[in-house]
């Protein structure tokens, strides 16, 4: 992983973040060059855990570190948007939904940070 993307990443589990409130816009930044990027879990997916959310968002990053512009326009999409507006839960995230289920293997989002 390049030190763009780990930066990011870190950038990302910081302070309580799980995903921006505006994730369907950072999809749609991102979506037009990897229409194969995981979707974010908003609307339908809403009732997943916060793990989950978390791991989607650090997997749409994951998927984009190979595009340096790409990369650098999501880094300045998220780190521009302020701490109010994201959706934020204390670590460690709670891996059940809303139905009580877990829906995340678990340890997987640890392969996914720096």
């Given at each position: ?10 950038f990302v589990i910081s ?25 974010p879990l908003i609307l ?36 521009g948007e302020p701490i ?31």
């Amino acid at each position: 992983m390049n030190e763009q993307a780990k930066a990011l990443i870190e950038f990302v589990i910081s302070e309580d973040r799980v995903h921006p409130k505006r994730w369907h816009q950072f999809y749609k930044i991102i979506s037009k060059q990897y229409p194969d990027v995981p979707k974010p879990l908003i609307l339908g997916g809403s009732i997943a855990s916060d793990l989950a959310k978390r791991t989607v968002l650090l997997k749409q990053i994951h998927t984009i570190q190979v595009d340096q512009k790409l990369l650098l326009r999501a880094d300045r999409f998220l780190r521009g948007e302020p701490i109010s507006a994201w959706y934020r839960a204390p670590d460690p995230l709670s891996n059940k939904g809303s139905y009580g289920d877990e829906d995340v293997p678990p340890l997987i989002h640890l392969s996914l940070l720096p």
